[in-house]
């Protein structure tokens, strides 16, 4: 399970912190990342961390935004500056690995509404 934090209204410029943790029968994580869907529009990778700290960033947010995460705490992070009205959507955690009975999981959190107003 995913649960999700962070995310609101803002003005163009502004910064956002967007959380995300996951609970359950977690052995590993592998990657953990963000997607955003705007309305109309495919849900699209923004940003995606691996469990070596391999990062992976959508072009439209390269030196905005920065992905993170505590590994003891299961949690993913995403800082989000200079925020754009292009960047209004709804915003997804993602995850994925293994539990205890070696068995492969991928989980998606519930969305969080980000809206930067111009």
């Known amino acids: 399970q995913l649960v999700q934090s962070g995310g609101g209204l803002v003005q163009a410029g502004g910064s956002l912190r967007l959380s995300c943790v996951a609970s359950?029968?977690?052995?590993?994580?592998?990657?953990m990342g963000w997607y955003r869907q705007a309305p109309g529009k495919e849900r699209d990778l923004v940003a995606e961390?691996?469990?070596?700290?391999?990062?992976d960033y959508a072009d439209s947010v390269k030196g905005r935004f920065t992905i993170s995460r505590d590994n003891a705490k299961d949690t993913v992070y995403l800082q989000m500056n200079n925020l754009e009205p292009e960047d209004t959507a709804v915003y997804y955690c993602?995850?994925?690995?293994?539990?205890?009975?070696?068995?492969?999981?991928?989980?998606w959190g519930q969305g969080t509404q980000v809206t930067v107003s111009s």
């Open positions: 961390i691996s469990h070596l700290g391999s990062i």
């Open positions: 993602n995850a994925d690995g293994n539990d205890y009975d070696a068995i492969e999981w991928r989980a």
């Open positions: 359950g029968r977690i052995f590993n994580i592998y990657h």
